[in-house]
């Protein structure tokens, strides 16, 4: 889970805020609907938007605007209030993942649309709960669903559709085979052609045209890893204890990089 207090550079917002330098610190008290901000992202027209676990906030600079569940007004909000990742793929659309449901948002008509599960055999929505959301260069989304395989949305048809990596795991895992809960947790890019992907097992990789995973193990002394980012010839991740980790895939070596410990916040 990913909790900060919202702190963001000005001049990002061009032509808002004078040329000086310098930050802001946002709370409740400024007009956030929780200080628990999960995802930010800037979109097109300069709102910056901000998830956190008590709701959907939009920034144009000035106030904040509220977006919070409400079933009188459905295509006017979120399906849900915990927010846990925001995209905008390259029509403008901003795709938001909840703890209930993939929300569309069309800033043209400022109307949400909502995609839930239904069922576990009728090609709805794997799970309602969404970790992550990856939007690919054809623009379909990988969405990281609660305790499900990989998952690929065409929001053109409108299908899902699932790629096995459980039964891949559990080939590559065995140990694996006797838990209930597998799940992924996020989706990076791995060149044009596939996709990484951290899950509860560790690193994975998966190859679009192939449709082949690939397993990427810790080494045996144990890496407590948390959020991945995304590079094409290395990967750095944050630790649960400070340090940075990186991975070359070409190599499949793994290495710790110790980070200074300071107190000072200058």
Not at 38 to 64: K, P
């Amino acid at each position: 889970m990913r909790w900060w207090f919202l702190f963001f550079y000005l001049t990002c917002f061009s032509g808002w805020v004078q040329a000086t330098r310098h930050f802001s610190h946002f709370t409740e008290k400024d007009g956030l609907t929780d200080n628990q901000v999960q995802c930010i992202l800037r979109d097109q027209q300069g709102f910056l938007w901000v998830g956190t676990s008590r709701g959907l906030n939009r920034y144009d600079g000035h106030t904040f605007k509220h977006f919070l569940p409400d079933t009188r007004q459905a295509q006017r909000t979120v399906s849900n209030e915990n927010i846990l990742d925001i995209r905008q793929d390259s029509f403008g659309y901003i795709w938001i993942a909840t703890a209930n449901g993939l929300n569309r948002y069309d800033p043209r008509t400022e109307r949400f649309k909502v995609w839930k599960n239904t069922g576990r055999a009728d090609g709805s929505l794997p799970n309602s709960l969404i970790w992550n959301i990856f939007i690919d260069q054809q623009q379909q989304l990988w969405l990281a669903c609660d305790n499900r395989d990989v998952c690929r949305f065409n929001p053109q048809t409108g299908v899902f559709t699932t790629y096995p990596w459980k039964s891949f795991l559990d080939a590559v895992h065995p140990k694996s085979a006797t838990t209930d809960y597998k799940t992924i947790y996020y989706y990076r890019p791995n060149g044009d052609t596939g996709i990484w992907f951290m899950t509860n097992f560790g690193l994975f990789s998966f190859d679009f045209e192939s449709q082949a995973f690939d397993y990427h193990p810790y080494p045996d002394q144990g890496f407590p890893l948390a959020k991945p980012g995304g590079e094409l010839n290395a990967l750095f991740f944050g630790s649960w204890d400070k340090d940075l980790i990186r991975y070359e895939p070409e190599k499949r070596t793994w290495s710790r990089i110790r980070l200074p410990i300071s107190s000072d916040l200058t």
